[in-house]
DNA sequence: TGTAATTTGTTCGTATGTATA
DNA sequence: CTATACATACGAACAAATTAC
């Protein structure tokens, strides 16, 4: 007997993952668009010759992916939603929680992903693009007398702003999915802190810095420089043991 | 009236979202560990309160998040799967089509995700993980004269060890997750390429270099030889109108 | 080895509340 | 406001699969 035929063992496949694929590949090949509406469920159940309970599992499966929405009573049946990072954030919240990601790892990917959005953005962004990161720089100086919280919108806002001149969909997709995992974890310890306004006047100067190396297209020093903000900005809460994750991307990591 | 009270729409709550909730939350909580088992669903009915084809509908969910999976037939009920980066892999392949990601955009975050899996390795990893990266560099060696797909085999092997060696599971997870997709998009036409055997060695040199930079712990070598690495491997792939988004990662990026 | 018991997979029927026209 | 079609949820039944004896 030949024994190393490439053979796997066969699971069963059920009725309600068919109706799955075929609905994930009309959604993926463009033949249903978001808006548009699927058959109810009775007539599924005699389009696709199954019953109505093996319909709405495959409905619910596809509801919980974000792909579309059911409503109880309407005539026009499910819709097909447009593409929401929603699920990404699920998965990546699962991953932090149940693969116990520390406060370390997780800002040390922020300052990965925003050293590479403000390096990209340094050397690809728009005049417009460039306009909203000041705008948000002056609602951020604004904002220094307003409060943790409105200091924290402004700062979002230009963060995203770098996010999306890097012209990169997944750094803007999972910058704003660990911001908003790390925020999750510490956002009230920096609101209670008792000198948070120092804390935002600093933070507030690194951003200058970088708006700086980005109007100037040096890529290299608006990374530098995102790298360092974020540093400073986060590591105090990070515990003193994990540290060492977040100076590993420093350019002088024994500084 | 006051006007501005904070008042959101409230919208319907399933009984099979609040299933879904409880389980998730005792698996969150570590109440539910991998390889535990779920009463079945009959029991599951009883003590929910809730009809067979409610719980049924919440397993299906959780089946399909990857949480946990159950078989027919099996007595001791649905089992609790240990993480898997599947979730994110789905959500993923699926924010690749939906949105249209460009394989220009794809290779780039491998660059990015590589390069800084490069730097950590350098400034981190042990000599145990160092020796993974060697290994698999052998193995390559081995691999040229056996065809691209053992090549690919090998390579796939030196960039794990190297992301694991930075000790972040984002960066392990989300390279396999990328380098799955990008893969999938390219993997025939670096087979079929006539001089797949060129470019074989020419790749095999290059991640020599990477692990020497590594061995001398030098980080900021580690990552740029990384990046140039897979923009010299992955650019002819890549339509030239996305090309400087990869040139956008390069220390000179006009060069 | 084979068989019995239990579980899941799937179907069908029904009652109830809801959104739309 | 009403009629209609819809989704939600329940429960009973049978087939297929798995385990354990």
Redo the contacts with the bound molecule.
């Keep these: 007997m030949a024994d190393d035929l490439q053979l796997k063992p066969v ?2 496949v ?4 068919r109706v799955v694929e075929q609905i994930e590949d009309l959604v993926m090949r463009g033949q249903l668009k978001p808006g548009q509406r699927l058959p ?4 599924l ?1 005699a389009r696709l ?6 319909v ?2 495959a ?1 619910r499966v596809l509801e919980s992916d974000g792909v579309l929405r ?9 819709e097909i939603l447009p593409f929401s990072p929603a699920t990404l954030r699920k998965a990546m919240t699962r991953l932090a929680r149940v693969a116990e990601l520390g406060l370390g790892e997780l800002v040390q990917f922020r300052m990965l992903l925003d050293s590479a959005a403000s390096m990209l953005a340094a050397r690809l962004a728009t005049q417009e693009q460039i306009g909203a990161m000041e705008a948000a720089i002056e609602e951020m100086e604004d904002a220094v007398d307003r409060g943790y919280a409105a200091f924290s919108e402004a700062d979002v806002a230009f963060h995203d702003a770098v996010a999306r001149a890097s012209g990169s969909t997944l750094i803007q997709v999972l910058t704003d999915v660990v911001r908003g995992v790390v925020l999750g974890l510490i956002a009230h310890k920096i609101a209670d802190s008792p000198d948070s306004r120092t804390l935002m006047a600093t933070s507030l100067q690194h951003h200058r810095e970088v708006l700086d190396a980005v109007r100037q297209r040096d890529g290299q020093r608006a990374a530098r420089l995102a790298r360092e903000s974020l540093y400073a900005y986060y590591a105090e809460y990070v515990p003193e043991a994990e540290r060492p994750l977040l100076r590993a991307l420093l350019d002088d990591p024994d500084a």
Tied chains: 1, 2.
């Design positions: 699971q069963p059920r009725a309600y993952e109810s469920e009775r007539e159940t010759g199954v019953s109505r309970s093996t709405r599992e409905l059911s409503r109880a009573g309407d005539p026009r049946g499910p």
